[in-house]
Nanobody, 115 residues
Framework: QVQLVESGGRLVQAGGSLRLSCAAS????????MAWYRQAPGKQRELVAI???????NYADSVKGRFTISRANAENSVYLQMNSLKPEETAVYYC?????????WGKGTLVTVSS
């Protein structure tokens, strides 16, 4: 089992930057895929970025070139660096892990981007 705790969400102005953190309750060395999702008010949850245990990454088209996902196995953490934020990116951001055929979610952290 894996517990995930996100942090770093806050109010930021459009064009600003934030770094989100996701702390896992166990070593993430063996967790093949970790990801960040977001859910805006009234919308479905969507994939933002993923990172594999080998360090390969993939991003939603809307965030390519602005967001960077990274993982620090020694810290049992995954990060999401977000630059040039837009008001429409206001959402709850969730950390996700796929491990031993199970999917785990954190409770999310709220990012509010003001115009």
């Amino acid at each position: 089992q894996v517990q995930l705790v996100e942090s770093g969400g806050r109010l930021v102005q459009a064009g600003g930057s934030l770094r989100l953190s996701c702390a896992a309750s166990r070593s993430i060395f063996a967790i093949n895929i970790m990801a960040w999702y977001r859910q805006a008010p009234g919308k479905q949850r969507e994939l933002v970025a993923i990172i594999t245990s080998g360090g390969s990454t993939n991003y939603a088209d809307s965030v390519k070139g602005r967001f960077t996902i990274s993982r620090a196995n020694a810290e049992n953490s995954v990060y999401l660096q977000m630059n040039s934020l837009k008001p429409e990116e206001t959402a709850v951001y969730y950390c996700n892990a796929n491990y031993t055929l199970e999917t785990y979610w954190g409770k999310g952290t709220l990012v509010t981007v003001s115009s």
